[in-house]
């Protein structure tokens, strides 16, 4: 069984910066893409950010690029989101999830195989 493990959420000002963090446990890390998610109340789940089995290739939406950054170390089986210049429109529950299989799109939510709890970041301005 895979376990995906969120924290780093917090209460944060508009401008300011958070690094998320998920530790996968149960499988082999490096053979996941992982992928970062955010979910507000009567949304739907939107993808944020992705990274490659090794690292070598990241993904962001397009409310991510340039602010936000995806990396991994395999040896700690960790996969982090490094937030910076947060807006209030960020504020959102950021889940992180593992993709098993080698086909389909990283961007989906349904291509993903597991998730994590969640965890809460909110911006104020």
């Known amino acids: 069984q895979v376990q995906l493990v969120e924290s780093g959420g917090g209460l944060v000002q508009a401008g300011d910066s958070l690094r998320l963090s998920c530790v996968v446990s149960g499988r082999t890390f490096s053979s996941y893409t992982m992928g970062w998610f955010r979910q507000t109340p009567g949304k739907e789940r939107e993808f944020v950010a992705g990274?490659?089995?090794?690292?070598?290739?990241?993904y962001y939406a397009d409310s991510a690029k340039g602010r936000f950054t995806a990396s991994r170390d395999n040896a700690k089986n960790t996969v982090y989101l490094q937030m910076n210049s947060l807006k209030p429109e960020d504020t959102a529950i950021y889940y992180c999830?593992?993709?098993?299989?080698?086909?389909?799109?990283?961007?989906?939510?349904?291509?993903?195989?597991?998730w994590g709890q969640g965890t809460q970041v909110t911006v104020s301005s």
């Open positions: 999830a593992a993709k098993g299989s080698y086909s389909g799109s990283a961007y989906p939510p349904n291509n993903y195989d597991y």
């Open positions: 990274i490659s089995r090794t690292g070598g290739f990241t």
